[in-house]
């Protein structure tokens, strides 16, 4: 059977849905159950239209060689490579197929192959999804903001462990750098075929 097309106008972004960020007592974990189905709801919408689905997650070393400044500092050793904590959650509906990018600091495009993929693909709108809100997904979104993407934040799929910096972010990212739209608007966004606000793609 040949295999499907893609149809690279939609990308959908998971960041860092790991068991470290859910374990009690993380502040995430009552969040658990309801993330997943949110992230899972995405993911059937996008891989039933053929959109590309990118996994994102943090990892490190276990003597934090390559982590960032503050985790070296503290001695803080979460997301570590070869641990079940640095795993993708498994009640997230990820394919074989799909692209998983490894990440050292916040943002996604810090140090991975994330930029290259997406100039092969060509996206209209950059979908971002996962936790913390304030932290690697506000960067993640910036860097892609700061590229020229439109950019949407599904705002029934991200959380942080911190409710205040998770509203701030909120505030500040949609005063102009990213639209927050929830499930239902996303949904309605791909089965229209164009970005939310009506804009043809300018990336073609």
């Known amino acids: 059977m040949p295999k499907q097309a893609v149809d690279s106008r939609y990308v959908l972004l998971v960041i860092d849905m790991l068991e470290d960020f859910f374990e009690p007592p993380s502040a995430l974990a009552d969040s658990r159950a309801r993330l997943v189905a949110r992230t899972n709801e995405l993911v059937r919408a996008f891989r039933r239209r053929r959109h590309p689905v990118v996994w994102v997650r943090q990892e490190f070393r276990a003597d934090l060689r390559d982590a960032f400044l503050a985790m070296r500092r503290q001695q803080r050793h979460v997301t570590i490579a070869g641990t ?60 892609a903001y700061q590229r020229d993407y439109d950019v949407v934040v599904a705002a029934d799929a991200v959380a942080s462990y911190d409710r205040e910096h998770h509203d701030v972010t909120t505030r500040y990212l949609s005063g102009g750098i990213a639209r927050f739209l929830v499930n239902a608007e996303i949904l309605e966004m791909l089965d229209q075929g164009v970005p939310a606000d009506g804009a043809s793609g300018s990336r073609r």
């Open 84 to 143: 079940k904590g640095a795993e993708i959650l498994a009640e997230l509906e990820r394919a074989e197929s799909d692209p998983v990018v490894v990440k050292k600091r916040y943002s996604a495009f810090f140090g991975t192959p994330l930029e290259s993929m997406l100039e092969t693909w060509r996206p209209e709108t950059l979908v971002v999804s996962g936790v913390n809100t304030h932290a690697c997904v506000r960067t993640t979104v910036i860097d």
